[in-house]
């Protein structure tokens, strides 16, 4: 009978502490996502990226200098993207990424789905470059860097004593 009662107590220990690990690990994921949460690959397009160059297959390289435009793209947590040419906003929409498998040998892409805008692309990110690639057939590909705030722009004005 003895054996019974503590055979009966361990397993009654076991599923309590089964039950309150699992509520613990449920409650963290739950209090852990939000819906301005994005997943970790899509992190890195999040941000102000500079136009540097757009490569054609068989066409010149186009860039700033050579098209006497700024182009900045802005992808925020909440989904949306913002395109300004030259300081003006001329361009927004909302937007999604999916991830594609690669078949056999191939690596996973990328895509950022946007609504309301004229083109899919594909996306990669590494360091401080993102690179685009049009998904409408044509081989464009446009390479853009990180633009990092200013610092002096974040501190707060000092005044004299």
């Not at 996973?108 to 409408?136: C, E, F, M, P, W």
Request: glycine residues 8%.
């Amino acid at each position: 009978m003895k054996t019974q009662l503590t055979f009966y107590s361990v397993m009654k220990s076991f599923v309590r502490g089964l039950f309150v690990t699992s509520f613990l690990a449920v409650g963290s994921l739950i209090t852990s996502c939000s819906k301005d949460a994005l997943p970790t690959f899509e992190e890195g397009l999040v941000g102000r990226w500079e136009w540097q160059q757009t490569a054609a297959q068989s066409q010149r390289l186009l860039t700033p200098d050579n098209t006497g435009h700024r182009v900045v793209v802005e992808f925020d947590r909440r989904g949306r993207a913002r395109f300004y040419q030259d300081g003006t906003l001329i361009s927004a929409a909302a937007f999604s990424v999916r991830r594609e498998l690669g078949g056999f040998g191939k690596q996973s892409k990328h895509l950022i789905i946007y609504r309301g805008y004229q083109n899919n692309q594909y996306y990669s990110v590494a360091g401080n470059k993102l690179q685009l690639q049009d998904t409408n057939g044509k081989l464009l590909a446009h390479t853009y860097t990180r633009v990092v705030p200013e610092v002096s722009a974040q501190l707060p004005d000092h005044k004299p004593y």
